[in-house]
């Protein structure tokens, strides 16, 4: 079973805090993605990486950005937190291909509070 | 503009009885559609796909059903059950798109 592993389940960081989000995958997949989950909008990509040091900007990149020194790990920098990034983040990876034939694996998340 | 559309923030189902989840999208691009299922605490979890080939794909008690003409596609539980309680995320791809578009989610509810 492919495990994402996201290392912190909880965080409360303060205005202006520079916060680092990890994320670790175990089955050698190439593509990974961060997502934040708000009510009602639902998920919204931030950042993907489809290789070892590539990253690609989402939907909604202003005030993140990201680091993929190897292949199993992507992590997710906020780089002076602010409150409208109180969140659900969710990391996520999957093989190449298509979503079809492999569909994105998700962490279980980290629930992030700036106050 | 939310490409993906779950109109339904919620829909409330008695155990036993069929429980139907709505998306509607508008980029006729999308050609490979998803459903992911989430409980509180934990990731999203792939629950059945459909190809823009088909119109019909049907695993166990889930089966999803896609209309390309009126840009639409659907999730039937059948028999609903107490563990199907969750929030449900439609998910569209384009042809030799590299990422999913959600929509914003419906909470389900079965009662028993």
């Known amino acids: 079973d492919v495990k994402v592993t996201q290392s912190s389940r909880y965080l409360v960081k303060r205005t202006g805090e520079k916060v680092f989000l990890e994320c670790v995958q175990d089955m050698d997949h190439e593509n990974m993605f961060w997502y934040r989950q708000d009510p009602g909008l639902g998920l919204r990509l931030i950042y993907f990486s489809y290789d070892v040091k590539m990253k690609e900007k989402g939907d909604i990149p202003e005030g993140y950005s990201v680091s993929r020194e190897k292949k199993e790990r992507f992590s997710l920098i906020l780089e002076s937190a602010s409150t409208n990034q109180t969140s659900m983040y969710l990391c996520a990876s999957y093989h190449t291909g298509r979503y079809g034939s492999s569909p994105l694996h998700f962490g279980n998340g980290t629930r992030l509070t700036v106050t | 503009d939310q490409q993906v559309k779950q109109n339904s923030p919620s829909l409330s189902v008695q155990e036993g009885r069929i429980s139907i989840l709505n998306c509607d999208y508008t980029?006729?691009?999308?050609?490979?559609f998803l459903w992911y299922k989430k409980y509180p605490a934990e990731g999203p979890t792939f629950l059945i796909s459909?190809?823009?080939?088909?119109d019909k794909n049907e695993d166990g008690r889930f089966t999803v059903f896609l209309n390309k003409s009126a840009k639409h596609l659907s999730l039937h539980i059948v028999p609903s059950q107490p563990g199907d309680s969750a929030v449900y995320f439609c998910?569209?791809?384009?042809?030799?798109?590299?990422?999913?578009?959600f929509g914003a989610g419906t909470i389900l509810r079965v009662k028993s």
């Open positions: 459909i190809s823009s080939i088909k």
């Open positions: 980029n006729s691009m999308f050609d490979y």
């Open positions: 998910a569209a791809n384009y042809l030799y798109g590299n990422k999913l578009v």
